[in-house]
């Protein structure tokens, strides 16, 4: 019926969808399926794009490419007030510029349903009630808001959703600073209209074992990407979330829920000894700052160059306090320069390349990466080095094959680095 959402439509489809920020790309070619009823999270590491998925899909952002549908309808052909009977948004934090009470506020959850000259009636008023109750703020209905604990304006922001008797509410981090006894709260209010009024429930989490406890399907953004979506069970791989959360983790079965658990392994980081290794870096325009941090962290000593002064990697590594080799600025890598990298190369006990690019001016570091490979140091090469070459010829792509056919060892990501350099930890002797 034209209008109205389609019987039986899923609650939101994304097909295809890609958006962003004027030049700034989020969201990619993201695809899935919300059926009515269903209570599902988004997880994922900050800048994945969970925070965009959640605004594209109220219609706060139109997307670039591909189609966004709410129960049938898509998005961006719903008026205010059809938009505001389908969904309900709880922000992380509700802002009241104004000294309104508790009963105002979920009142203004109405302000899209009112008649034509916008003055409350009878269901107007049974709606707020009702939603106060549910969310136990009713006593609290002649309060200020601002004056309220953050518990309680996060259960007032509930019930100002509520109170507009959507069929989806959308949740972005909405407990996320709350202390456990009011995020418990909100998420049995949560989990109760899930169930007995079928209110179809998206929230986006930080917490993961919350997340894995609550809803009946997680889905985990990477870099604007959905990269997997699924059960609890088939999301909360160990190896999965290391991968996109770039840091060591541990997935076990909680012996209480039955419910998949995280938790990261800062216990056995502090046992570990300090490497006790020293790792050249050849990195240049920001791309070994990571680098530099993490193997600071790990307990690694640095060196790093050949760099150009003022380039931010050798602002970092100043910074940082690590011993770099550096040439004029905007200036191609001379032999003095070279001469003083191969000697801390020499000094080293492995090398490591970035995600640097290459061109005619620094390719003599790929070169003395070459050299260290064929004295025999481990070279841990960052993966597409083709896709980085500025080189007249392309000669990257063919050195790049050559040494790893040579043993040297590819990286796509810190985390698959940070393994393979923890194997090398445990099987080479430390420097002397």
């Known amino acids: 019926m034209p209008g109205f959402p389609e019987l039986n439509a899923p609650a939101l489809d994304f097909r295809g969808v890609s958006a962003g920020y004027r030049t700034r790309p989020v969201l990619q070619e993201v695809d899935f399926q919300i059926e009515e009823g269903e209570f599902v999270s988004v997880i994922g590491p900050n800048g994945s794009g969970k925070s965009t998925m959640l605004k594209t899909a109220t219609g706060l952002l139109r997307p670039s490419v591909g189609r966004v549908e709410l129960f049938g309808r898509e998005v961006s052909s719903l008026?205010?007030?059809?938009?505001?009977?389908?969904?309900?948004?709880?922000?992380?934090?509700?802002?009241?510029?104004?000294?309104?009470?508790?009963?105002?506020?979920?009142?203004?959850?109405?302000?899209?349903?009112?008649?034509?000259?916008g003055v409350a009636d009878s269901k107007d008023y049974d709606s707020v009630e009702r939603a106060m109750i549910y969310t136990n703020v009713l006593d609290l209905r002649e309060r200020l808001f601002n004056e309220l604990s953050a518990g309680e304006q996060q259960?007032?922001?509930?019930?100002?959703?509520?109170?507009?008797?959507?069929?989806?509410?959308?949740?972005?981090?909405?407990?996320?600073?709350?202390?456990?006894?009011?995020?418990?709260?909100?998420?049995?209010?949560?989990?109760?209209?899930?169930?007995?009024?079928k209110i179809t429930v998206l929230l986006v989490s930080h917490d993961l074992n919350l997340a894995a406890?609550?809803?009946?399907r997680l889905m985990l953004m990477q870099g604007g990407r959905l990269v997997c979506n699924g059960t609890p069970g088939e999301v909360m791989k160990q190896d999965l979330l290391s991968r996109v959360y770039d840091c060591e983790l541990r997935v076990r079965e909680d012996p209480y829920t039955g419910h998949p658990s995280v938790m990261g392994v800062l216990d056995a980081a502090?046992?570990?000894?300090?490497?006790?290794?020293?790792?050249?870096?050849?990195?240049?325009?920001?791309?070994?700052?990571?680098?530099?941090?993490?193997?600071?962290?790990?307990?690694?000593?640095?060196?790093?160059?050949?760099?150009?002064?003022?380039?931010?990697?050798?602002?970092?590594?100043?910074?940082?306090?690590?011993?770099?080799?550096?040439?004029?600025?905007?200036?191609?890598?001379?032999?003095?320069?070279?001469?003083?990298?191969?000697?801390?190369?020499?000094?080293?006990?492995?090398?490591?390349?970035?995600?640097?690019p290459f061109g005619p001016g620094n390719l003599v570091n790929l070169e003395l990466a070459a050299e260290a490979l064929k004295a025999g140091k481990p070279l841990w090469l960052a993966a597409e080095a083709a896709e980085r070459d500025y080189t007249p010829g392309k000669k990257v792509a063919d050195i790049s094959r050559q040494l790893i056919a040579s043993g040297a060892q590819e990286w796509g990501n810190m985390h698959e680095l940070m393994a393979q350099l923890s194997v090398d930890r445990g099987t080479q002797p430390g420097r002397s």
């Open 155 to 197: 259960r007032t922001a509930l019930a100002m959703a509520l109170a507009q008797e959507p069929r989806i509410i959308m949740l972005d981090e909405s407990i996320a600073h709350l202390d456990i006894n009011h995020s418990q709260e909100v998420l049995r209010i949560l989990m109760s209209i899930n169930r007995e009024e």
């Open 79 to 117: 008026k205010p007030r059809e938009r505001a009977s389908l969904i309900g948004v709880v922000p992380q934090k509700l802002e009241s510029p104004m000294a309104f009470t508790v009963a105002e506020i979920v009142m203004l959850g109405r302000s899209g349903t009112r008649g034509r000259w």
């Open 213 to 216: 406890q609550i809803a009946g």
């Open 270 to 356: 502090l046992r570990r000894p300090p490497a006790e290794r020293r790792m050249h870096v050849i990195s240049g325009g920001g791309s070994g700052i990571e680098l530099f941090r993490r193997l600071q962290i790990e307990g690694y000593e640095m060196t790093a160059g050949v760099l150009n002064r003022l380039d931010s990697d050798a602002e970092a590594a100043r910074a940082l306090d690590i011993d770099c080799v550096l040439e004029q600025p905007f200036s191609a890598i001379g032999p003095e320069a070279l001469e003083a990298a191969r000697l801390m190369v020499a000094r080293s006990d492995g090398v490591i390349v970035s995600r640097v």
